[in-house]
């Protein structure tokens, strides 16, 4: 089990040492025929529309407008990449989803990318599936999992927003997630909390990421 415990102080170092370079945007593709080279690792990130996936992604990086965060739900409408000058890794903000008021057109080609991404890419280390503490897991989250599950893609549940909610109820949803999870094969069952606003939970995410890096070799 990733976790902070298990976690070695390398590892951390590592993983604030990646995320201390200079990231920068690379490309975003609407489609697959757009796609960069799979010549590395990649790390993506998916979630509800207005989970905080923007704000993370800043945070993960010490950027404060490397993603572009909105206050309107479903903006990203693209796989948008991120690397850094060693270019070592991928990051990978995939388009939220469950935003109901988006055509069902766009909704649907939205699917069919991400679908066919998660399929035929073979550098994707992980994918962390971002969930507001807030409010748990919701139906739209168990069809994602579902279709990480057909695809097995290894992925992680990441609790965004954590400062939002009392102690108790963040242990509960935490709870209640942990078990949800035990029921998905592809499923890393270690959760990380985090808050983007009170900058905690990212030592334990960019460890994580410096480990997954450090194991594929």
């Known amino acids: 089990m990733t976790d ?8 951390i ?25 799979d010549d590395r690792p990649e ?23 490397l993603a572009r965060a909105s206050n309107t739900p479903g903006r990203t409408q693209e796989l948008n990449f991120f690397t850094d000058p060693n270019a070592e890794l991928y990051l990978v903000d995939m388009p939220g989803y469950g935003f ?12 069919k990318v991400l679908r066919a991404y998660l399929a035929g890419r073979r550098t994707l280390l992980r994918v ?11 139906p739209v989250d168990d069809e994602i999992m579902a279709l990480l599950d057909g695809s097995a893609v290894s992925y992680q549940v990441v609790l965004t927003k954590a400062d939002k909610i009392s102690k108790t109820d963040l242990e509960q949803v935490s709870e209640q997630t942990q078990k949800a999870m035990a029921k998905h094969p592809a499923a890393f069952p270690h959760i990380i909390l985090t808050s983007s606003e ?8 960019r460890g994580t990421i410096a480990q997954l890096l450090e194991a594929h070799g």
């Open 198 to 205: 009170k900058a905690f939970g990212f030592e334990e995410l």
């Open 128 to 138: 962390f599936l971002l969930i507001d503490a807030r409010h748990g897991l919701k």
């Open 4 to 11: 902070e415990e298990t976690l070695s102080a390398d590892e």
């Open 100 to 111: 109901a008021e988006a055509p069902k057109a766009k909704v649907a080609a939205w699917n």
């Open 13 to 37: 170092e590592n993983g604030r040492r990646l995320f201390t370079r200079a990231w920068t945007f690379s490309r975003g593709t609407p489609d697959l025929d757009h796609l960069p080279p």
């Open 43 to 65: 790390i993506a990130f998916a979630g509800r529309s207005n989970v905080g996936k923007s704000s993370l992604l800043n945070a993960l990086v010490g950027q404060l407008r």
